[in-house]
C-alpha cells in the first residue's frame, strides 16, 4: 500500500521526493487540488469512496496518515 | 428551520444560456497546472463547458428574453402574475432592486409583490420557499422566481480554484396555487460566521472599489486575484457541504415520512462534479439518481445550476411523467436550503439560448 501511495504522489507532484518529506502539507508539497487527484487515484485503486468529511489537508500530510485514513474507509495491507 | 407547503406546486421551468460558450481545453495556458494534471482535473472537477455572458449584458436582460419568450409561446400570461422572487447575487444596479426593472420593462401590473433575495448556491430552494409562503395569501396565486447570476466577470482569470468552474445563466420557475393535497417539505439553514469562506471583499459600501482593490494579489496556491474578485476558500466550503447536507437531508426526509430510495431524483447544487460524487456516496444515493452533469456542460452559474440540472436531464420526462425530488443548495451565506416535493407534468421544462 505504501508504494502504491508514493507512486500516486509521485504521478502528481513529480517534482518532489515523498520519501523524504515528514509534512507534505507544511511543506507545500501538496495543495487541495493534488489532494483531490490522490482521493480519486485511491477510491479508484482501492475501489473505495474515502468519507467526504475526512479530505482534510491533515490527513495527507504523511504516507502514514494515508494509510490510516484508507484502513478507516475499509482498505487493509 | 423546518417548512411545510400545501397545495402548491411548479408548473414550469426554463432555463436561459448566454451564447457565448468557453472551453476549459482553450484556457489551460492561463492556469498553474501542468497540463497531465490538467487532464485529471478535467475528468474529476468536470471542466469543460461553460457559457458566460458577453460584456454589457445584465440579470435583468436574461430574465426578459426568458419572460418574453414564455409570453411569445402563450407559455405565461402578463396579467397573471402577483408577484415576482428574484435571487441574484449581480443585480444590475445597488438601486433600484433588478427585479423593479424587470417588471417595469416587462409592462407588468402594478397591483403586485416584487422582491429580491441574495442569495448564492442555496438560492433556488431558497427561492422557492419564499414564492410557496407568497402563495399562502389569498390574492396571490402565481409568482415566477427567477434566478439569475452572471459571477463570471467576478472570477479572476488567473483563479484556477474558481475560474474553471463558473457559468452564468438564469431560469424562470412559475409556482402556483394547485387543488392536489401533497405536501411540499421545506428547511432552511445559515451559518453566518462562515461569511468569509465565499465572499467578493470590494465593491460594497464597506470597501468600495478602487484602483487598489483592481490590484491582483498571488496566494500560497498560484491563485492570482483582486480584492474585486471572488474568493473561495475551496477546502471549508468542501467540507461545510460534506458535513451539513447529508445530515440536512436525513432531516428532510425524516419529517416527511420518506425513505431514501423513495426519491426518485436528488437534484442538487453543481458546483463540482466531485463534489457531488462524494455526496451521492456519503448519502448512499446512486449517481444515476444524482445528475452532476452540468458544470461540465454549462458551469457552474450559482443557484441556476439546480432548475439548470432539471430543463437538461429530465425536460421531456417532466412534461407527461411525476416525481418525487429532492432538490438541495449549499453555499455562500454560509447557507443550506432543501425541498422534497412531486414534480409533475410540467407546462414546460426546456433550455433556450440568450441572443
Given at each position: ?77 | ?44 472537477m468536470g471542466y469543460g ?223 463540482n462534479k466531485f ?17 452532476h452533469n452540468?458544470v461540465e ?59
Amino acid at each position: 500500500m505504501k508504494e502504491k501511495i508514493i507512486t500516486f504522489l509521485t504521478e502528481i507532484r513529480p517534482e518532489f521526493d515523498f520519501s523524504e518529506s515528514s509534512n507534505f502539507i507544511e511543506e507545500g508539497m501538496l495543495d487541495s487540488f493534488d489532494i483531490v487527484s490522490l482521493v480519486a487515484s485511491l477510491d479508484e485503486e482501492f475501489e473505495i469512496s474515502i468519507d467526504g468529511t475526512e479530505i482534510l489537508p491533515e490527513n495527507f500530510s504523511s504516507v502514514e496518515g494515508i494509510i490510516q485514513l484508507l484502513n478507516k474507509n475499509g482498505v487493509t495491507e | 428551520m423546518n417548512l411545510k407547503f400545501r397545495n402548491k406546486k411548479i408548473t414550469g421551468i426554463l432555463t436561459v444560456l448566454p451564447e457565448n460558450e468557453v472551453n476549459f481545453d482553450d484556457e489551460i495556458d492561463n492556469y498553474d497546472f501542468s497540463r497531465a494534471q490538467s487532464m485529471k482535473l478535467k475528468l474529476i472537477m468536470g471542466y469543460g463547458k461553460r457559457r458566460v455572458v458577453k460584456e454589457g449584458t445584465a440579470v435583468s436582460d436574461l430574465c426578459i428574453y426568458g419572460m418574453n419568450y414564455l409570453f411569445d409561446k402563450g407559455l405565461l400570461k402578463k396579467e397573471d402574475i402577483d408577484g415576482i422572487v428574484l435571487v441574484t447575487q449581480s443585480p444590475d444596479h445597488f438601486v433600484p432592486a433588478t427585479s423593479h426593472i424587470i417588471q417595469g420593462k416587462l409592462g407588468l401590473k402594478q397591483d403586485m409583490m416584487l422582491l429580491d433575495i441574495n442569495q448564492a448556491c442555496s438560492g433556488y430552494p431558497v427561492g422557492l420557499n419564499q414564492a410557496f409562503m407568497l402563495l399562502d395569501q389569498e390574492e396571490v396565486n402565481k409568482v415566477v422566481l427567477l434566478n439569475a447570476d452572471m459571477m463570471s466577470s467576478k472570477v479572476s482569470a488567473k483563479d484556477r480554484g474558481s475560474r474553471p468552474l463558473t457559468g452564468d445563466a438564469a431560469s424562470i420557475t412559475i409556482v402556483e396555487k394547485d387543488s392536489n393535497d401533497s405536501t411540499i417539505y421545506g428547511t432552511i439553514n445559515v451559518d453566518g460566521t462562515g461569511a468569509e469562506s465565499l465572499i467578493i471583499p470590494a465593491g460594497g459600501f464597506k470597501m468600495p472599489s478602487t484602483p487598489e482593490t483592481a490590484k491582483l494579489q498571488t496566494d500560497k496556491n498560484g491563485n492570482s486575484r483582486a480584492l474585486d474578485h471572488l474568493v473561495m476558500k475551496g477546502d471549508d466550503v468542501f467540507n461545510f457541504v460534506q458535513k451539513q447536507v447529508p445530515p440536512m437531508i436525513d432531516n428532510l426526509l425524516s419529517k416527511a415520512n420518506c425513505d431514501k430510495d423513495d426519491v426518485d431524483y436528488y437534484l442538487f447544487h453543481q458546483p463540482n462534479k466531485f463534489m457531488l460524487k462524494k455526496l451521492a456516496d456519503k448519502m448512499g444515493v446512486p449517481h444515476d439518481k444524482m445528475p452532476h452533469n452540468v458544470v461540465e456542460n454549462f458551469g457552474n452559474a450559482s443557484g441556476v445550476s439546480v432548475p439548470t440540472a432539471i430543463t437538461f436531464n429530465l425536460a421531456d420526462k417532466l412534461l407527461t411523467e411525476s416525481f418525487l425530488v429532492c432538490i438541495a443548495g449549499f453555499g455562500a451565506g454560509l447557507s443550506w436550503a432543501s425541498l422534497l416535493m412531486k414534480l409533475e407534468k410540467l407546462d414546460f421544462c426546456e433550455m433556450i439560448d440568450y441572443k
